[in-house]
């Protein structure tokens, strides 16, 4: 069965650091991995879809890179901001028809 | 663009009672999940619909949840009755084929509290 992991479970970083978050499988047959952002009392906004096939997928100040081999991926979020404060969870997609097995997510505050 | 949309955002009731939440997904987009997360943990699927036949339903609760997919459109999932152990928020997410490789849209989620 395919369990994600994500470590650490909560972060604190001052403005302007970069932010690495870190995400792991078990199983590396998957079709694409897949980090979502989520704020208080909201639903999931997708940030970056890696295809299997990829190494690495950017959008702005994002960039998500993919290990399938080893079953990791880890999201870096440039020159940080108090604005990219929330939960960040990562996700894989076990079938073609694109069911999301999530991890428990890295909760990030950003202090100014 | 309307994004997916969910109704209502919270919902308190009394253990037993029933309870039902909607969604109506993005215009055009032809799957559309439910997806149940607990606190502090990630959204597990419920169930996915491809138009208005449920296709992966393995995942709901059958002695006490239901849902249905009327015309392919909205949705509604429903709880009867319910349990403490159904306090959770329920997420409901749309894409446009269900094809594994394309991103997903979630709502912001119905807050289900049971007492």
């Known amino acids: 069965k395919q369990e994600v992991t994500q470590i650490p479970a909560a972060l604190s970083v001052p403005e302007g650091e970069n932010l690495v978050l870190n995400c792991s499988f078990t199983?590396?047959?998957?079709?694409?991995l897949q980090w979502f952002r989520q704020d208080p009392g909201k639903g999931l906004t997708s940030l970056l879809l890696?295809?299997?096939?990829?190494r690495e997928q950017t959008s702005g100040r994002l960039n998500a890179s993919l290990d399938k081999s080893s079953g990791r991926s880890t999201l870096y979020i440039a020159a940080s901001q108090p604005g990219d404060s929330a939960t960040y969870l990562c996700?894989?997609?076990?079938?073609?028809?694109?069911?999301?097995?999530f991890g428990a997510g890295t909760q990030v505050v950003v202090t100014p | 663009e309307a994004g997916v949309v969910q109704s209502p955002r919270y919902k308190i009731i009394e253990k037993k009672q029933p309870v039902a939440f909607w969604c109506n997904p993005i215009?055009?987009?032809?799957?559309l999940y439910w997806y149940r997360q607990n606190l502090g943990q990630g959204p597990e699927l419920l169930i996915r619909?491809?138009?208005?036949?449920?296709?992966?339903d393995s995942q709901l609760p059958k002695d006490r949840f239901s849902a249905e997919r009327l015309k392919g459109v909205d949705s509604t999932l429903k709880i009867q009755p319910a349990e403490l152990g159904d306090s959770a928020v329920y997420l409901c997410?749309?894409?446009?084929?269900?094809?594994?490789?394309?991103?997903?849209?979630f709502g912001s989620g119905t807050q289900l509290s049971v007492l």
């Open positions: 997410a749309s894409s446009l084929e269900g094809t594994g490789n394309e991103k997903l849209f």
């Open positions: 996700a894989v997609v076990t079938d073609s028809w694109g069911k999301l097995q």
């Open positions: 619909y491809e138009n208005e036949e449920a296709v992966d």
């Open positions: 199983d590396s047959a998957i079709y694409n």
């Open positions: 890696i295809q299997s096939s990829q």
């Open positions: 215009s055009g987009h032809n799957t």
